[in-house]
């Protein structure tokens, strides 16, 4: 009995060479023990202890398991399909693609079995994976060749044979459409892909190229975490900038202030991302960081932004109004521009005419007429404002209200038949009538034009994995619940991690909401100059919940954990 016990914690091929009695159990336990010491596969562990060769290990874990055996050595490893996974797993996981065919990728390892390693290359791919069996020995040395010459190509562009380094003529022939061939084939460009693509694909929203004295790094924002996922050969670094910098359209030859780009990554027929690229010299070189801006993001609608049933209502009613102004405020990075192009999407119809001023536009919509605005060149906010009316329009974007004389043509605008929506920095959505009102905004406009301010946070949710945990009650009662709320009919989750969320124990994020339509009273508390407290008091009396409120909503939903919680609704 106690023997059945011990071998179900041994792996999957190992016990099936117990079961069959190829190899003790107690040199299985002890083979799979050393493995995880030397942070090596159970096969590798099996057969540099000499019990079996790594021909025997394949025959039999083919015969066992069903899949078909291959001899590596029949294979060139130049025409394998090394694009279609990284280094990193290639190394960890032990594992080499050796064909894709159609949806199936057809995989090389040496224990099948591993259902780890093979749902990670699944998880990597969006593929179906058909393992085949090789042996051990041979598939480490393809793996060390690989990845040699993969580090070797790194290296060799820290050499002469990629120039990118141009005059301002050659800089300007680059911008042309007709960009040579040859540095498209060039390894730097290859490596660049990959990184765009994996962040794509990853749901990054930002990555961050960063030179140092003695290193130079690459990192991904995932769901709001910045966390570094390359280290490439510093030599590469200006390679890497002028690259990103000519196809972004920026003047390579200048590397002293700041600048400011885009790019178009056209991934199908149907789908192209665009990115917003940043650059600033640093000590050490230039700093560059691409937002990437999605836009099927502007598309999800406004249920999949994490409205409650009574927000969605509120903001819809106000949004659909024929005038009036609607206000999305909240820190950078809190998906207030999300917000804002759902609710254009929403009201871009044919019989409607929509004007946007946006520093820049961030996500391209059909139907939609986006102008970017350009301080140096006279195009501000305002005198983008100013020409709008002249156009006829229905609706009206304003990126950021900045300053009074912006306020106030929005106000105006609002006040005369106009549905103008935009966004303000203020921490919750009564602080934004009062930061109006320092603006020099007069309180009667502000009560006649201003309809719903809603205020938002972006929360990490819980991935799949999530667990049930036990929370004090005196915590919870401390975070805002009240004892009606602790009824018993609801359980708390934490954060687990597993392979999906890479550890983490989040993937994605939800939003949390504060909808405040701006109501009779509220508006006789603006005309006679109330505080920000005024208004909070007064939006708590109506039944409107704060920020904190609704993402205890979230919490008792088990989409998100309440430490999240409370990290993004600390006022």
Known sequence: MAAATTSTKLSGLANALVQSGRLLEADAEAIQ??????????????????????????????????????????????????????????????????????????????????????????????????????????LGKLIDKIAEATDTTLQNLAGDDINLEFTDEEALAQKDEGASAEIDDAPVVRFLQKILLDAINAGVSDIHFEPYEKYYRIRYRLDGILSEVAQPPLAIKEKLSSRIKVISKLDISEKRVPQDGRMKLVLSKNRAIDFRVSTLPTLYGEKIVM????????????????????????????????????????????????????????????????????????INLPGVNQVNVNDKAGLTFSAALKSFLRQDPDVIMVGEIRDLETADISIKAAQTGHMVLSTLHTNDAPGTLTRLMNMGVAPFNIASAVILITAQRLARRLCKCKQPIEIPREALLRAGYTEEDLDGSWQPYGHIGCEICKGTGYKG?????????????????????????????????????????????????????????????NE
Request: with cysteine; charged share 25%.
């Open 33 to 138: 023990s050393q493995a995880g010491v030397d942070e090596t596969g159970f096969v590798t562990q099996l057969v540099q202890s000499k019990k079996m060769s790594s021909l025997e290990v394949a025959e039999f874990a083919a015969r066992t398991f069903g899949f078909p055996l291959l001899d590596l050595t029949a294979i060139d490893a130049d025409h394998l399909p090394n694009d279609v996974l990284d280094a990193k797993l290639i190394r960890s996981r032990r594992v080499l693609a050796l064909q894709k065919r159609g949806n199936r990728l057809f995989i090389a390892t040496s224990d099948p079995a591993n259902l780890r390693a093979l749902d990670d290359v699944r998880f990597k791919t969006s593929l179906t994976v058909e393992p085949v069996v090789v042996e051990d020995d041979k």
């Open 291 to 362: 937002r990437i801006l999605d836009p099927s993001s502007a598309t999800l609608g406004v249920d999949a932004l994490g409205y409650e049933p009574d927000q969605k209502e509120f903001l819809l009613n106000a949004v659909r109004r024929p005038y009036g102004m609607v206000l999305v405020t909240g820190p950078t990075g809190s998906g207030k521009t999300v917000s804002l192009y759902t609710c254009l999407n929403i009201l871009n119809e044919p019989g409607v005419n929509i004007s946007t001023a946006e520093d820049p536009a961030e």
């Open 509 to 569: 994020r939800v939003g949390i909401y504060q909808v405040m339509p701006i109501s009779d009273e509220m508006s006789r508390i603006i005309m006679k100059n109330g505080t920000a407290h005024d208004i909070a008091d007064q939006a708590k009396r109506e039944g409107i919940r704060d920020l904190r409120q609704s993402g205890l909503i979230k919490v008792k939903a088990g989409l998100t954990t309440l430490e999240e919680i409370e990290a993004v609704t």
